[in-house]
Each structure stands twice: as C-alpha cells, then as structure tokens.
C-alpha cells in the first residue's frame, strides 16, 4: 500500500484540496485510505471524512516527535490502507528534521512513498522544493510537483516553467501535474461545505522524462 505526503511548506498552496482529491480517487477505486490531517489549528480534512465508512482519519502534530511516532503507528496499524498525509504550511524545518525517521519506518514497513509537491506562482514554491527533495529524493518512488491552476494557467507559471530547478528536477526523474481550478459552482457545493464533489478529472498528468 502506498503513502501519499502531500507538501508545499506553503499555506494557502491547496495541500488540502489535492488531499481531498486524491482521496476521493482512491475511494472511487475501491482503496480504504487513512487520511492524516497534520493542520491542528483547523482540520478541515479530519472533519470531512471522520464518518466516511472508507477512511480512517488521524491528526497528529508533525512540529512534535510524538506525532511522527502517531504516524509512524498508523503506517503499521492500517497496513491494507493507503495513506494520505497532508502536512500544513511552513513545516519545512521540521520535515527535514523527521525525515529521516519517516523514511526509516517507510523501509520496515515495506510502504512506498510519493511526495506531492504543490506550487504557486511565488519563488518561494520553487526555493522551498529544493529541501524537500534532499530528504525525501533517496527514499520517494516518485515526487511529483503540481502546478495550482487556481492561481493561472499553467502557461503563468513563468519562474517554475524557465527554472533550473524544474530541469534538474525532470533530469532526476521528477513527475510534474497540474490541479485544475474549480469553476465557481463547484467551490460553493466543495469539500469545504462539507460535501464532497471532487473529481481526479481536475488533475492533469505531464510526465517526465525519466520516470522513478
């Protein structure tokens, strides 16, 4: 079963919509999914799904070694699960300082790990990928940047799309995606009004040209 760790170490990026919708992808396809919601100041993921009967749901406290240890204990205790783990803004710091211990209990567990990365339009998206991708690179399949087309179309997105961080991330094997914006209807009957019409269709695939 595979761990899906949604990241940006941005707020505001839409680490929880994607959440939500790989979630609900998953569910579609017949997956159980233990949803993680590391957002202890308004845990909107949690929320949602604590009373759907395909999703267990944990929040935990990635700025405490205690709550990496709760991870680590989910990875264990729903091992039929696919787990979805959404990490809140400005968290980077302490990502790489656990990293290694979630890489660790990755390996013994025998779970595989892919790294979503959600960009905005900022260079700060850009910049704060770098760290990222030295302490997850070794041990992710797959690390997968997603171009938020909330904040313009992919063709906006100048600073990524001309970066030397995008070529050496495609060079090392990286995925690149976009998120499709929601047109005005489906934000007012969203997953943030406690529904939960989100669709994978909102998700465009651009492969890399080497793939993990």
């Known amino acids: 079963m595979s761990v899906y760790l949604i990241h940006g170490d941005k707020g505001g990026v839409g680490k929880s919509t994607l959440a939500a919708t790989l979630t ?12 993680v919601d590391t957002d202890l100041r308004n845990a909107d993921l949690a929320t949602l799904y604590d009373n759907v009967p395909a999703v267990e749901t944990l929040v935990a406290d990635p700025r405490q070694h205690q709550g990496w240890l709760e991870v680590a204990t989910a990875l264990d205790r729903f091992k039929t699960n696919d ?34 990365w959600l960009l905005n339009r900022t260079p700060f998206s850009i910049a704060l990928l770098q760290p990222a991708l030295e302490t997850f690179g070794p ?5 997968v940047a997603v171009r938020n087309c909330y904040f313009g ?60």
């Not at 979805?84 to 890489?103: E, F, H, K, M, R």
């Not at 041990?139 to 690390?143: D, E």
């Open 139 to 143: 041990t992710a399949k797959a690390i």
């Open 83 to 116: 787990v979805v783990i959404s990490l809140p803004g400005n968290i980077g710091a302490d990502v790489t300082a656990q990293g290694d211990y979630l890489s660790d209990a990755l390996k013994e567990l025998q779970r595989s790990l892919v790294v979503f």
């Open 24 to 35: 609900e992808y998953l569910i579609a396809r017949g997956k159980h999914v233990a949803l």
């Open 153 to 212: 179309d992919p063709d906006r997105f100048e600073r990524w799309n001309t970066s030397k961080t995008r070529t050496a991330f495609f060079a090392a094997g990286g995925i690149e995606i976009d998120l499709l914006e929601l047109h005005a209807h489906g934000a007012q009957s969203s997953a943030w009004n406690n529904s939960r019409p989100i669709s994978m269709r909102r998700i465009s695939w651009v492969p890399a040209p080497i793939s993990y």
